[in-house]
T-cell receptor, first 113, second 116 residues
Framework: DVKVTQSSRYLVKRTGEKVFLECVQDMDHENMFWYRQDPGLGLRLIYF???????EKGDIPEGYSVSREKKERFSLILESASTNQTSMYLC????????????FGDGTRLSIL | AQTVTQSQPEMSVQEAETVTLSCTYD???????LFWYKQPPSRQMILVIR??????QNATENRFSVNFQKAAKSFSLKISDSQLGDAAMYFC?????????????FGKGTKLSVKP
């Protein structure tokens, strides 16, 4: 089974801090994704990556950046955390085929105080 | 841009009964993929079922089946013989068969409750 591991289930940070969310997958997937999930809004794509060192902006990239130095690891960075970034963050990975499903991690519930 | 609409924020079903969750989407593309994902409370999101737009036959996975109406841009999920473990948020998702590298467009979700 595909395993997508997010480094923390719960995280509390302060406004203005630089926050790193880590995601690792073990299936050699080319594609990795970061979503934000908010009640009533569903999942919104922040950034995705289809190869090492490659990244593309999703629907809501403002205030975020990403890093993919190795194929298995995709990091989401909040440059200067703000309270409106309090949310559930989901990482996903998929192989290259378009009909292939995305496999999700357990999520990180991030609170910015 | 493509959009996905789930018009039922919440649904409820009696255990062992059948329930249908609605999903409509808007696209000008002819080739795409559709997915239903399930997210149990505080647990990982998992794939329930997928459908290729070029296939006329509706996908089925055990108790889960879809009613795919391409002309109507409708992709509903039917759960038969509902079980307590089916209680979850269900998300409908669309993926283009062209363009960028396969990101999904999600609906806002339907929360399904199962009554014993």
């Amino acid at each position: 089974d595909v395993k997508v591991t997010q480094s923390s289930r719960y995280l509390v940070k302060r406004t203005g801090e630089k926050v790193f969310l880590e995601c690792v997958q073990d299936m050699d997937h080319e594609n990795m994704f970061w979503y934000r999930q908010d009640p009533g809004l569903g999942l919104r794509l922040i950034y995705f990556s289809y190869d090492v060192k490659m990244k593309e902006k999703g629907d809501i990239p403002e205030g975020y950046s990403v890093s993919r130095e190795k194929k298995e690891r995709f990091s989401l960075i909040l440059e200067s955390a703000s309270t409106n970034q309090t949310s559930m963050y989901l990482c996903a990975s998929s192989s290259g085929g378009r009909n292939q499903p995305q496999h999700f991690g357990d999520g990180t519930r991030l609170s910015i105080l | 841009a493509q959009t996905v609409t789930q018009s039922q924020p919440e649904m409820s079903v009696q255990e062992a009964e059948t329930v249908t969750l609605s999903c409509t989407y808007d696209t000008s593309e002819s080739d795409y993929y559709l997915f239903w994902y399930k997210q149990p409370p505080s647990r990982q999101m998992i794939l329930v079922i997928r459908q290729e737009a070029y296939k006329q036959q509706n996908a089925t996975e055990n108790r889960f089946s879809v009613n795919f109406q391409k002309a109507a841009k409708s992709f509903s999920l039917k759960i038969s013989d509902s079980q307590l473990g089916d209680a979850a948020m269900y998300f409908c998702a669309y993926r283009s068969a062209s363009g960028s590298q396969g990101n999904l467009i999600f609906g806002k979700g339907t929360k399904l409750s199962v009554k014993p």
